[in-house]
Nanobody, 125 residues
């Protein structure tokens, strides 16, 4: 069994910064992709940023709306992904969900989708 536990988030004024983190724990054999999605009120869940890696290279992908403002990083040794959010705008207000594609020790050949419970980010003056 795997758990994703998010921390960070909260309220900030436009132009401010926030940092999110998400730690995966449990019977983990390998983590491939880790990242963040968000869902604003009345909207569908959307990709914010994603990070995937092979043994030597880490790849990142950002939604066009956050490119240049948000930065995703990972600490593979700690099974943790971070999202640094700068120059926040009111339209960034949403519940942010951590995502990870994880193979467990019990089923190491199969990668399954895992989600955190979400953390609310509110950008308002």
């Amino acid at each position: 069994q795997v758990q994703l536990v998010e921390s960070g988030g909260g309220s900030v004024q436009p132009g401010g910064s926030l940092s999110l983190s998400c730690a995966a724990s449990g019977s983990i054999f390998h983590i491939d992709t880790m990242g963040w999605y968000r869902q604003a009120p009345g909207k569908t869940r959307e990709l914010v940023a994603m990070s995937s890696n092979n043994e030597t290279t880490m790849y990142t992908n950002y939604a066009s709306s956050v490119k240049g403002r948000f930065t995703i990083t990972r600490d593979n040794a700690k099974n943790t992904v971070f999202l640094q959010m700068n120059s926040l705008k009111p339209e960034d207000t949403a519940v942010y969900y951590c995502y990870a594609s994880i193979a467990t020790v019990e089923m190491f050949e199969i990668f399954r989708d895992n989600w955190g419970e979400g953390t609310l980010v509110t950008v308002s003056s």
